[in-house]
């Protein structure tokens, strides 16, 4: 199990809405809302699949998560995004509650969780952000919300950054470094 703390990541990454990430190549301009439930489903396919490599429990440095980590992130991402979805659809213009997804690592010990089940857990909890995003009618796409930080996000526009999120780690998970 990893002694060394991961650096926290401060950055906001709303801006992935606004152009191309350098890192995944992901374009939210380019995802049709329809799509989103597929895109969910397919990135987090890939982590499950990583999750059962050899050598997914390792980190490949002390400042990257191992592929476990990983997992149980974006396993936990998508638990969020369906409750942020959910409060979207039921409430007018919620108020998101704080998530700090770096204690959550630490609090939960993620290098610690058994790959197979973070697997499964990862299948579940992306079937129910994808199956509630297929949900959606026309008229709710532009229902909105908002952080504590002050970024609002439509229903449609939250899905978007959802995807880049699971992209992204996807993306990391996929490295040839891995």
Same mark, same amino acid.
């Given at each position: 199990?990893?002694?060394? $703390?991961?650096?926290?990541?401060?950055? !906001?990454? #709303?801006?992935?809405? !606004?152009?191309?990430?350098?890192?995944?190549?992901?374009?939210?301009?380019?995802?049709?809302?329809?799509?989103?439930?597929?895109?969910?489903?397919?990135?987090?396919?890939?982590?499950?699949?990583?999750?059962?490599?050899?050598?997914?429990?390792?980190?490949?440095?002390?400042?990257?998560?191992?592929?476990?980590?990983?997992?149980?992130?974006?396993?936990?991402?998508?638990?969020?995004?369906?409750?942020?979805?959910?409060?979207?659809? #039921?409430?007018?213009?919620?108020?998101? $509650?704080?998530?700090?997804?770096?204690? #959550?690592?630490?609090?939960?010990?993620?290098?610690?969780?058994?790959?197979?089940?973070?697997?499964?857990?990862?299948?579940?909890? $992306?079937?129910?952000?994808?199956?509630?995003?297929?949900?959606?009618?026309?008229?709710?796409?532009?229902?909105?919300?908002?952080?504590?930080?002050?970024?609002?996000?439509?229903?449609?526009?939250?899905?978007?950054?959802?995807?880049?999120?699971? $992209?992204?780690?996807?993306?990391?998970?996929?490295?040839?470094?891995?």
């Amino acid at each position: 199990m990893p002694d060394v $703390a991961i650096v926290p990541d401060s950055k !906001d990454w #709303t801006w992935v809405l !606004d152009r191309p990430c350098p890192e995944c190549g992901y374009d939210a301009g380019r995802v049709d809302r329809a799509d989103i439930p597929r895109l969910v489903r397919e990135a987090t396919g890939t982590i499950r699949v990583a999750l059962g490599r050899p050598g997914a429990t390792q980190r490949p440095d002390e400042s990257t998560w191992s592929v476990l980590e990983y997992g149980c992130h974006v396993r936990d991402v998508c638990r969020v995004f369906d409750e942020r979805l959910l409060l979207m659809l #039921t409430e007018d213009d919620p108020l998101f $509650a704080n998530w700090d997804q770096d204690r #959550t690592a630490e609090d939960e010990r993620y290098a610690e969780q058994d790959a197979v089940a973070v697997a499964g857990e990862l299948a579940a909890e $992306a079937e129910a952000v994808a199956d509630r995003y297929g949900s959606v009618r026309n008229e709710q796409w532009p229902r909105p919300g908002r952080r504590s930080n002050g970024s609002v996000f439509t229903v449609e526009s939250l899905g978007r950054y959802l995807v880049h999120d699971l $992209a992204h780690h996807a993306h990391d998970v996929s490295r040839d470094r891995r």
